[in-house]
C-alpha cells in the first residue's frame, strides 16, 4: 500500500508545475492544446518528460514514453496536464499507450472536453491504473484557455480591445481616433492581431477609419501571421477601402447579432477573434456576454465629450454593473495595457 501512496503530494505537485513549463514550450496556437507530461519513479525521481509539439506530432505522453528508450514504465506515474486522450487521431490514445507500456498511475490536471477524445481517465481506470483529477487545475486551465473556451462552448475565443483615454473616451467630438495611444501599444496591437484567426469591426469603423486591419512589424513590414479581416453590419464596405487590399480575404457578415457572427466565423474555422470596435459593435459582445479577455488600453489623455469607449451595456442600476478582474497591467512607453476577464462569463 505504501507505494500506491509514493511519490507524495508534494513530489506530484512539483512534478506538475513542471509538466505546466514543459507544456508551454508547445505552440500556443492550432488545433491543438499544449501538453506536457511528466513520468515518475515510485521513490518520485523523474523517469521521463515530454511535450507535444503541435497537430500532427506525438501527444505528451507519448513523447515522454519515447525518452524512457529500452527503460520499463512499469510502476510509473504519469503526471499530466490534461486528461490523456482516448481517441485514434493522427497519432494513437495516450489511454491506451499507458496502458500497455505499464504505467500503475495518471494524475492530471484539467479534463478533456472533446466530443470525440474524451474518456482516457475512465479507459485507464477500467485498466486498473489509479486515476486523480484536478491537481493544479486552475494553472493547467489558464494555460489551454484559448483552446479550451472553444472547445467546451463550440465558438472562437473572444478578445475585445479598446484604446481609450484615461477618461474613457475613444474618440474625439468629430469621430477621429487616431491617435490616442503611442506608438509602443500600437505596436502590441499587432502582435496581438497576429496571435488571433481574425480581427472584427463594425461598418461604422470601417467608413469612419478607412483601417487596413493587417498585423504588422515596427518598420510596418507585414507578419507572417494575418488574422482574416471581418466586417459586421449592413452597409457595404467601400470599393476602395483599404480592407479590400488585406492579404487575407475579406468576410463580410450582414446583421448586428454577435453569437450568429462568432457562429458563422466557427463555420470558417475561425477558432479565435479580434473584436477592435468600434463602441457599438464592442459594446454588443459586451452585452450578449461573449467576452473571454478584454484588452484595455489606456492613455493618458483626456478627450471628454460623448464617444465612450462602450455605449449602452445595459446596466440601469450600479447592483448590474460589469464587474471585472484584472488578470494583468503592463506598461507600454506612456500607456497602459490592462488585461481583465469577467470570471462569471468568460470561465471555460
Ligand atoms: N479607440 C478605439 O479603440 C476605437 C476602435 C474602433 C473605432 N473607434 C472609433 O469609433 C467610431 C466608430 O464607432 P461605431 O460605434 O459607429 O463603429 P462600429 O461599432 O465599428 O460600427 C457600428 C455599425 O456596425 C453595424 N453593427 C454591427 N453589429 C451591430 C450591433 N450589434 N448593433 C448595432 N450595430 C451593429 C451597424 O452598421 P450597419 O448599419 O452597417 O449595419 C452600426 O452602425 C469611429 O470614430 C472610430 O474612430 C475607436
Known amino acids: ?10 513530489v506530484l505537485e512539483t512534478a506538475m508545475r513542471r509538466a505546466l513549463e514543459l507544456a508551454a514550450r508547445g505552440p500556443a496556437r ?6 506536457g507530461c511528466v513520468l515518475l519513479r515510485p521513490d518520485g525521481s523523474t523517469a521521463a518528460e515530454g511535450w507535444h509539439r503541435g ?19 512499469t510502476g510509473l506515474t504519469a503526471v499530466v496536464t490534461l486528461e490523456p486522450c482516448d481517441h485514434t487521431g493522427r497519432t494513437g490514445p495516450c489511454s491506451t499507450a499507458l496502458i500497455a507500456a505499464g504505467v500503475a498511475r495518471v494524475v492530471y490536471a484539467v479534463d478533456d ?19 486523480e483529477r484536478g491537481l493544479l487545475v486552475d494553472e493547467a486551465t489558464e494555460l489551454v484557455r484559448r483552446w479550451l473556451v472553444p472547445a467546451r462552448r463550440h465558438r472562437p475565443f473572444v478578445t475585445v480591445k479598446w484604446a481609450s ?9 468629430d469621430g477621429t481616433s487616431r491617435w490616442i495611444t503611442g506608438a509602443a501599444a500600437r505596436q502590441h496591437v499587432h502582435e496581438v492581431r497576429a496571435d488571433h484567426d481574425a ?10 477609419d478607412d483601417p487596413s486591419l493587417t498585423a504588422r512589424g515596427d518598420g510596418g513590414e507585414l507578419l507572417a501571421d494575418q488574422p ?6 449592413d452597409r457595404p464596405v467601400p470599393a476602395g477601402a483599404r480592407l479590400r487590399s488585406h492579404p ?20 470558417l474555422g475561425v477558432r479565435s477573434v479580434l473584436v477592435e470596435g468600434g463602441p457599438t459593435v464592442a459594446s454588443a459582445f459586451v452585452r450578449d456576454g461573449l467576452v473571454d479577455d478584454y484588452l484595455v488600453y489606456l492613455a493618458p489623455t483626456l478627450i471628454g465629450g460623448a464617444l465612450t469607449a462602450l455605449d449602452d451595456l445595459g446596466v440601469a442600476t450600479i447592483d448590474d454593473q460589469r464587474r471585472l478582474r484584472v488578470a494583468d497591467v503592463t506598461l507600454l512607453g506612456t500607456d497602459l495595457l490592462v488585461v481583465a476577464r469577467d470570471d462569471t462569463r468568460s470561465t471555460p
Open 1 to 10: 500500500m505504501t507505494d500506491h501512496l509514493a511519490p507524495d503530494a508534494v
Open 30 to 35: 492550432g488545433d491543438n492544446p499544449q501538453v
Open 55 to 73: 497537430a500532427g506530432t506525438p501527444h505528451a505522453e507519448i513523447d515522454a514514453l519515447a525518452q524512457l528508450g529500452e527503460g520499463d514504465a
Open 113 to 131: 472536453p472533446g466530443e470525440q477524445s474524451s474518456g482516457g481517465g475512465a479507459r485507464l481506470l477500467e485498466a486498473g491504473v489509479a486515476v
Open 165 to 173: 483615454s484615461l477618461d474613457g473616451r475613444a474618440a474625439a467630438a
Open 199 to 208: 480581427i472584427l469591426v463594425g461598418t461604422g469603423t470601417v467608413l469612419a
Open 228 to 233: 482574416v479581416p471581418v466586417v459586421v453590419g
Open 248 to 267: 487575407r480575404e475579406l468576410v463580410q457578415l450582414g446583421g448586428h447579432d454577435p453569437e450568429a457572427a462568432l457562429d458563422a466565423l466557427w463555420r
